[in-house]
């Protein structure tokens, strides 16, 4: 089997590239199946400050190309393969990416959870100038600016809380008339005077040049449109585990997040997950490339127990 890995890593964001590095470095055959575009969502992000290590800001794409450059350097391989399917039922597994088929003594997924988007083609435009789903990220950067959070649910609460940190002013555009988050957090929102809450209205268009510069929403009502001026927009309608090809193999939650022990490793036996795909609740950079080093350094320990 010549493509025949130690160790198989789904996806190529900091926690896969973190897992990649450790298990090279531990003198096992590591390969990465990057997907069409190493890196993750962290390339989308378009300035970094709180990742250790780094005294002056630094681009997302720049971070994660050091990160790629760093594993390549040790020795792991990198395929710009999808993985569309895996048979566990014997070791060594099997993994097929498009036409493809990769061999693998133990897998570790890290393929991260994607960001539910609005779909509007002016959204597309300003994602890393001015749109962003993550306020811990980019929050910092709209010191004394005003900015709009879109969603209802805790998570949009709780950015436009954080938001107020930094910005003068903050919007929280609710498609519905009551938010669904929990009363605390709906009690911090209303409490705050640097928010405003926007009920019954949706976005229906980002407007500016080069960078954002306001919001057209409508009222889901009257169809009433408004115009509001903000230097930034944070989109909080939820995240989705990108989990689909799993769903036979190994255990999700009711969220489709993958469900791991203490040593990240899934409901079946050699394959273990790292990062946003089994972690609902930071989805930070620092934490998926922690993650990533803890299950490699648990997968070295299965691939021990073999020989």
Not at 114 to 140: M, P, V
Not at 239 to 244: A, L, R, V
Request: hydrophobic share 40%; net charge neutral; with cysteine.
């Amino acid at each position: 089997m010549e493509k025949l890995s130690d160790i198989l890593i789904i996806g190529a964001g900091p926690s896969g590239l973190t897992a990649g590095i450790y298990g090279a470095r531990g003198g096992y055959k590591t390969t990465i199946l990057t997907g069409s575009l190493a890196g993750g969502q962290l390339l989308y992000t378009s300035e970094i400050e709180n990742f250790p290590g780094f005294e002056n800001p630094i681009s997302g794409y720049d971070l994660m190309n050091r990160m790629i450059n760093q594993a390549k350097r040790l020795g792991v391989i990198m395929a710009d393969e999808q993985a569309t399917a895996i048979d566990a039922s014997k070791n060594p597994f099997q993994i097929t990416a498009g036409e493809k088929i990769y061999y693998a003594k133990t897998i570790i997924i890290a393929t991260g959870a994607s960001a539910k988007w609005l779909g509007l083609e002016s959204e597309k435009k300003f994602r890393g100038k001015g749109i962003s789903s993550c306020a811990t990220c980019d929050g910092f950067f709209y010191k004394n600016k005003t900015v709009c959070v879109i969603g209802g649910g805790d998570t949009a609460c709780e950015d436009a809380v954080f938001l107020t940190k930094f910005a003068s002013k903050v919007y929280l555009i609710h498609r519905r008339d009551k938010f669904r988050a929990s009363y605390l957090a709906q009690k911090k929102v209303l409490s705050n005077p640097k928010i405003e809450v926007i009920y019954n209205h949706i976005p229906e268009d980002f407007i500016g040049d080069e960078k954002l510069k306001g919001i057209k929403i409508k009222n889901v009502n009257t169809g009433e449109m408004r115009e509001i001026p903000v230097d930034g927009a944070f989109v909080a309608i939820g995240h989705h585990p990108n989990t689909k090809i799993f769903s036979n193999i190994i255990k999700l939650d009711d969220q489709g997040y993958i469900i791991v022990d203490s040593n990240y490793e899934t409901s079946a036996k050699g394959i273990f997950a790292c990062g946003d795909v089994c972690d609902p609740k930071y989805k930070q950079a620092i934490a998926a490339a922690g993650i990533g080093c803890m299950a490699a350094m648990n997968a070295i320990k299965y691939l021990e127990s073999l020989e």
